[in-house]
């Protein structure tokens, strides 16, 4: 192998290495960024939340690529459920994505909410929740809320104060328990890409969600059945 050849694969695995120690640098800070913007704010007990708290139920899939119960999905309307019993729920908000034929969040959140016992009267339902950031931005522009609950799982809820903290919303977070088994594990790690996401949407490209065609503030009384918003 020649001298020149020799340098060249060195000088490769040194770019290499630099790459990879970059990408990991970006990930930790990324990480502990959204962190941070957490700590303290999310609850654990839904006897804790404040009175007339509005609820930002973030959406997923009812069912796994399998057809199996997503546990995420389960998990999250069962805090949900909870919340509202205990009395101190004004509104919930069913955040999600239906952006195409055949594939709804909001309504599958709805329906599972109902199945719950909780009141169709209290539910709000976002069919332009295509991400965590569109779901916090439209609770604040569209439905008027400068003050809300996020419900989902721990991980997924800093992400989302991350964002609302960065947009001047005084929110709070309600944990829902996590999935367990390999989609846990796979959804974790995902999560960790999804945070460098969140942290240059805000800070590099300043990513801002489609303009409402209107905003729709929540009237607390009287609700309408199913209201929704575009």
């Not at 960024?33 to 007990?45: N, Q, R």
């Not at 708290?53 to 998990?75: C, D, E, K, M, W």
């Not at 459920?81 to 069913?94: M, N, S």
């Not at 599972?112 to 439209?138: K, P, Q």
Request: hydrophobic content about 45%.
């Amino acid at each position: 192998m020649s001298h020149r050849l020799i340098s060249l694969l060195s000088t490769v695995w040194r770019v290499v290495r630099l790459g990879v120690l970059f990408v990991l640098l970006v990930v930790f800070f990324s990480h502990a960024v959204v962190k941070h913007a957490a700590e303290g704010k999310i609850l654990t007990d839904p006897r804790d939340l404040p009175a007339d708290s509005v609820i930002l139920l973030l959406g997923t899939s009812r069912y796994t690529r399998s057809g199996a119960p997503n546990q995420f999905f389960h998990h999250r309307i069962q805090a949900v459920a909870k919340a509202y019993e205990t009395g101190k729920v004004l509104a919930i908000v069913a955040s999600g994505d239906n952006s195409s034929v055949g594939y709804n969040e909001p309504l599958s959140m709805y329906n599972a909410l109902r199945e719950a016992g909780v009141a169709s009267s209290v539910i709000v339902l976002d069919y332009a929740g295509l991400r965590t950031l569109d779901s916090v931005w439209r609770m604040q522009q569209v439905f008027g809320q400068e003050r809300f609950v996020i419900v989902s799982q721990p991980f997924h809820v800093e992400r989302a104060l991350f964002i609302a903290a960065h947009r001047g919303v005084d929110a709070i977070g309600l944990a829902a328990e996590d999935a367990t088994g390999v989609l846990h594990v796979y959804v974790r790690l995902r999560e960790y890409l999804a945070r460098v996401q969140a942290v240059l949407d805000v800070y590099l490209f300043r990513t801002e969600p489609g303009k409402p065609k209107g905003s729709f503030p929540i009237e607390f009384s009287p609700f309408f059945d199913v209201e929704s918003a575009s």
